[in-house]
């Protein structure tokens, strides 16, 4: 598949200090990615930048091998939507739809043509004639999405376009849009602080911390095989325990695993909540205590405590009555990370030092 966008090198600092750093992603036609971060870390600067809305201290942004830098946001072949829907009040929506396509001078019947196409493909039909007044906030945001698809961009750009909206109906847009976005084969930029979000709707996902890419894969690598400790925390639920680094051996305690990378010191282990499991009994384990546990749906979040630090482990609901409080246990672990211990909460100054499968483990562990 050919690149669709292309931004190299990217740079906008702000006064303060603040911005993006030596920004780059390649973004493939029909490619779906988003810019994940904590509030402050540079999403918007990007996407504004690429929409033609400021003007980066450096780097360059192709769009079809074009280069953009020098062009206004209207001439630019990419939309953009924003987190408030921007329609225009004293207008219909036919009139918020149509504006652009007037401005184009496309004829009155084609314009109405495209109007509905738009209309149907965000579940409005026949809402031509309602003011943005009558309609509720996530209609708003179908409708400026209508408008930014009538434009045809061969990039489109969304910051944040459902954060304002309550959580069912985010979940309702946000599979919307990846079904708009698969049928018409769309390429997207999207922005969210919201991991479960950038997780459920990314062909791919940029991590960003403090300006700066922490990690670029798919979702499921992101979440399998965070690439830093700060990756390692942003996305879903992990636990941290202490463990150390010694030739052939990362130790938990007496669980041991293999030190690919020959790493020595102590380390921090990450391990989600569902690859913590009940050591049978011929297999190496660690003590816990069972503390609390917590009814979450379909299953439970049991904490326990180690000698390595506490944890949380999920537990099937169907399991659930088998624990009971301030009991001990035998646990170990499916699969872990570890990471050198004290390394910077930023990229710099640690690497990765293990990752492994569950199937990995086992081979390691018969061996
Ligand atoms: P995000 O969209 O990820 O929340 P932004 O791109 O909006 O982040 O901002 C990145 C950083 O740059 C933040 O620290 C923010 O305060 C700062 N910033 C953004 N816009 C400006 C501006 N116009 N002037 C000064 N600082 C800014
Ligand atoms: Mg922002």
Same mark, same amino acid.
């Given at each position: 598949?050919?690149?669709?966008?292309?931004?190299?090198?990217?740079?906008?600092?702000?006064?303060?200090?603040?911005?993006?750093?030596?920004f780059?992603?390649?973004?493939?036609?029909?490619?779906?990615?988003?810019?994940?971060?904590?509030?402050?870390?540079?999403?918007?600067?990007?996407?504004?930048?690429?929409?033609?809305?400021?003007?980066?201290?450096?780097?360059?942004?192709?769009?079809?091998?074009?280069?953009?830098?020098?062009?206004?946001?209207?001439?630019?072949?990419?939309?953009?939507?924003?987190?408030?829907?921007?329609?225009?009040?004293h207008?219909?929506?036919?009139?918020?739809?149509?504006?652009?396509?007037?401005?184009?001078?496309?004829?009155?019947?084609?314009?109405?043509?495209?109007?509905?196409?738009?209309?149907?493909?965000?579940?409005?039909?026949?809402?031509?004639k309602?003011?943005?007044?009558?309609l509720?906030?996530?209609?708003q945001?179908?409708?400026?999405?209508?408008?930014?698809?009538?434009?045809?961009?061969?990039?489109?750009?969304l910051?944040?376009?459902?954060?304002?909206?309550?959580?069912?109906?985010?979940?309702?847009?946000?599979?919307?849009?990846?079904?708009?976005?698969?049928?018409?084969?769309?390429?997207?930029?999207?922005?969210?602080?919201?991991?479960?979000?950038?997780?459920?709707?990314?062909?791919?996902?940029?991590?960003?911390?403090?300006?700066?890419?922490?990690?670029?894969?798919?979702?499921?690598?992101?979440?399998?095989?965070?690439? +830093?400790? $700060?990756?390692? &925390?942003?996305?879903?639920?992990?636990? !941290?325990?202490?463990?150390? /680094?010694?030739? #052939?051996?990362? %130790?938990?305690?007496?669980?041991?695993?293999?030190?690919?990378?020959?790493?020595?010191?102590?380390?921090?282990?990450?391990?989600?909540?569902?690859?913590?499991?009940?050591?049978?009994?011929?297999?190496?384990?660690?003590?816990?205590?069972?503390?609390?546990?917590?009814?979450?749906?379909?299953?439970?979040?049991?904490?326990?405590k180690?000698?390595?630090?506490?944890?949380?482990?999920?537990?099937?609901r169907?399991?659930? +009555?088998? $624990?009971?409080? &301030?009991?001990?246990?035998?646990?170990t !672990?499916?699969?872990?990370? /570890?990471?050198? #211990?004290?390394? %910077?909460?930023?990229?710099?100054?640690?690497?990765?030092?293990?990752?492994?499968?569950?199937?990995?483990?086992?081979?390691?562990?018969?061996?």
């Amino acid at each position: 598949m050919s690149t669709c966008l292309s931004i190299t090198n990217l740079s906008k600092v702000y006064p303060t200090g603040d911005g993006v750093k030596g920004f780059s992603l390649d973004i493939k036609n029909g490619e779906m990615v988003t810019l994940l971060g904590p509030s402050g870390c540079g999403k918007s600067t990007i996407l504004r930048s690429v929409g033609g809305f400021i003007e980066p201290n450096e780097g360059l942004i192709l769009i079809d091998g074009k280069e953009v830098n020098h062009l206004p946001p209207e001439k630019r072949p990419s939309a953009m939507v924003f987190q408030s829907y921007n329609l225009w009040p004293h207008m219909t929506v036919f009139n918020n739809l149509a504006f652009s396509l007037k401005l184009k001078k496309v004829k009155k019947a084609e314009i109405v043509e495209k109007v509905k196409w738009a209309l149907n493909l965000v579940q409005l039909q026949g809402y031509e004639k309602k003011y943005p007044t009558e309609l509720s906030g996530g209609q708003q945001q179908r409708i400026a999405l209508a408008r930014a698809l009538l434009l045809e961009p061969r990039v489109l750009l969304l910051d944040e376009p459902f954060s304002a909206l309550d959580a069912k109906l985010r979940h309702e847009l946000r599979e919307e849009l990846r079904e708009i976005q698969a049928k018409q084969q769309l390429t997207m930029l999207f922005v969210t602080h919201d991991q479960e979000e950038a997780l459920s709707i990314s062909d791919r996902i940029v991590v960003m911390n403090k300006g700066e890419i922490e990690q670029i894969d798919t979702p499921q690598n992101i979440y399998n095989y965070p690439a +830093s400790m $700060f990756v390692a &925390q942003f996305i879903g639920k992990m636990n !941290f325990l202490k463990g150390y /680094a010694q030739g #052939e051996k990362i %130790n938990i305690g007496s669980l041991a695993y293999p030190n690919l990378n020959h790493y020595n010191g102590n380390v921090t282990v990450a391990v989600r909540p569902e690859d913590v499991v009940i050591a049978n009994e011929i297999e190496n384990g660690i003590e816990a205590l069972t503390e609390k546990v917590m009814m979450l749906g379909h299953y439970a979040e049991i904490s326990l405590k180690t000698d390595f630090g506490k944890l949380k482990m999920f537990v099937d609901r169907s399991d659930i +009555s088998q $624990f009971k409080m &301030q009991q001990k246990i035998r646990i170990t !672990f499916a699969t872990i990370q /570890a990471f050198p #211990e004290d390394s %910077n909460v930023h990229k710099d100054g640690y690497s990765k030092i293990l990752n492994l499968t569950k199937e990995e483990i086992k081979v390691y562990e018969k061996a």
